[in-house]
């Protein structure tokens, strides 16, 4: 499975930016998600949604200013109220099966190649 990303960029904060990520195959990817990784910290959880209306999960940090969307094996995810915080490599990933909570990124078998999301 591949996951081409497209999105991302630089923003002011309190702006917004969108991410989306496309998947080559839609039935090994029942989870598809973002994560983020900031320099010098591991990679953590943003949003997850799963196949056909199942679980979505956000992350503490980004309820009520971040949305996931999925259409069949498309994948985006809205980023409105930015902060400088908020500033990492983004990167989409998929799993075979649901997702589980809390979230783990060995979990998770197919990845992105990851887009910077800025925010001064």
């Known amino acids: 499975v591949q996951l081409v990303e497209s999105g991302g960029g630089s923003a002011l904060a309190g702006g917004s930016l969108k991410l989306a990520c496309a998947a080559s195959e839609y039935y090994r990817t029942h989870c598809m998600g973002w994560f983020l990784q900031a320099p010098g910290k591991e990679r953590e959880g943003v949003a997850v949604?799963?196949?056909?209306?199942?679980r979505t999960y956000y992350a503490d940090s980004v309820k009520g200013r971040f949305t996931i969307s999925r259409d069949r094996n498309t994948v985006c995810l809205q980023m409105n109220s930015l902060k400088p915080e908020d500033t990492a490599v983004y990167y989409c990933?998929?799993?075979?099966?649901?997702?589980?909570?809390?979230?783990?990124?060995?979990?998770?078998?197919?990845w992105g190649q990851g887009t910077q999301v800025t925010v001064s």
């Open positions: 949604r799963d196949i056909g209306g199942g």
């Open positions: 990933a998929a799993k075979f099966g649901g997702s589980t909570i809390p979230l783990k990124s060995e979990d998770f078998g197919y």
